[in-house]
């Protein structure tokens, strides 16, 4: 199983970028990088899907190097309400190699 | 829009009692999930369905059983509770395989006593 390893907490300020990286150094070569945001008392929503190179959405980038061990969710321009906890997953055929990661529980201050 | 539901948010049960968690989509997805939440640990996967009466462990089965007797329905059984089962349970359901997007329920906390 692709085991994912993400910083424990960042903390940062409104209007900067803010850049999660995600170590995934078994991935398989079918699987893809997905990325979730967690709010108190509600389940994970997804952010953003990637298999390699760059994927952006109206919400965040990723960045997947060619070797696709780690993957980088930056979020541009954060706003208080993007506190939340992020989780890094990587996902197989079927869900039978999803795994979350620990979270990065990120902080942003006015 | 979208919906997951399950079919308590908060559960309080005694050791020993069966528990029976529901989670119903309304997206036809193929896959379903259970997963467990707790502090610290994350999200880990209890098990998953990729079909009708399909089912595969995933990393902590133990103590637990699924049903997916319907596309739409995915139930986690609890045959015997212990007060370590106490936690957040997430379902989750998935599109076929094209797409991992993953949407989640709201979440029942269940308290084992």
């Known amino acids: 199983l692709a085991k994912t390893t993400q910083p424990i907490s960042m903390d940062s300020y409104e209007g900067q970028e803010v850049n999660i990286t995600c170590s995934h150094n078994n991935i398989a070569t079918n699987d893809y990088i997905t990325w979730y945001q967690q709010f108190p008392s509600q389940g994970p929503r997804f952010i953003i899907q990637g298999y390699k190179t760059k994927v952006t959405n109206e919400v965040a980038s990723l960045f997947i190097p060619a070797d696709r061990k780690s993957s980088t969710l930056s979020l541009p321009r954060v706003s208080l309400s993007d506190t939340a906890v992020y989780y890094c997953?990587?996902?197989?055929?079927?869900?039978?190699?999803?795994?979350f990661g620990a979270g990065t529980i990120l902080r942003v201050k006015s | 829009d979208v919906k997951v539901t399950q079919s308590s948010r908060y559960l309080v049960k005694r050791t020993g009692e069966k528990v029976f968690l529901e989670c119903v989509q309304d997206?036809?997805?193929?896959?379903m999930f259970w997963y467990r939440q707790d502090p610290g640990l994350g999200l880990r996967l209890i098990y998953f369905?990729?079909?009708?009466?399909?089912?595969e462990k995933g990393d902590i089965p133990e103590g637990y059983s699924v049903s997916r007797e319907k596309k739409e329905r995915f139930s986690l059984i609890l045959e015997s509770a212990s007060t370590n089962q106490t936690s957040m349970y997430l379902c989750a359901s998935m599109p076929g395989a094209s797409s991992y997007e993953q949407y989640f329920g709201p979440g029942t906390r269940l308290t084992v006593t």
């Open positions: 997206m036809d997805h193929e896959n």
């Open positions: 369905s990729y079909d009708v009466k399909m089912k």
């Open positions: 997953l990587v996902a197989g055929e079927y869900g039978n190699k999803l795994v």
